[in-house]
């Protein structure tokens, strides 16, 4: 069973920025989707960002579009996720996924991390 490690997660002010870090151990990092979740405090678990095996195809929750940008580094197995202007409603533990579709990752991912705790500050 595949299991991403999320790196990253931390406190920030609002307005401020974090990058969050997933690193996958799989023989070829280019053949897999990866994605980004998150659970606020008596939340459900949401979709937050996919990126497909071709670094352009890329998703966003409407909530983050504009502010968050996924990438993806092959060379390390190592997908980003950049987080700008973030409020203190994105506070919430971050969850990486890895899964050999995008429609499996957007839809109903098997394989998660630990997940990292990013807390904004007002």
């Known amino acids: 069973q595949l299991q991403p490690v999320e790196s990253g997660g931390g406190l920030v002010q609002a307005g401020g920025s974090l990058r969050l870090s997933c690193a996958a151990s799989v023989r070829t990092f280019s053949d897999y989707a990866m994605g980004w979740f998150r659970q606020a405090p008596g939340k459900e678990r949401e979709f937050v960002a996919a990126?497909?095996?071709?670094?352009?195809?890329?998703y966003y929750a409407d909530s983050v579009k504009g502010r968050f940008t996924i990438s993806r580094d092959n060379a390390k197995n190592t997908v980003y996720l950049q987080m700008n202007s973030l409020k203190p409603e994105d506070t919430a533990v971050y969850y990486c996924?890895?899964?050999?579709?995008?429609?499996?990752?957007?839809?109903?991912?098997?394989?998660w991390g630990q997940g990292t705790q990013v807390t904004v500050s007002s």
């Open positions: 996924v890895v899964e050999t579709s995008l429609l499996i990752v957007r839809r109903a991912p098997q394989n």
């Open positions: 990126i497909g095996w071709a670094p352009i195809n890329t």
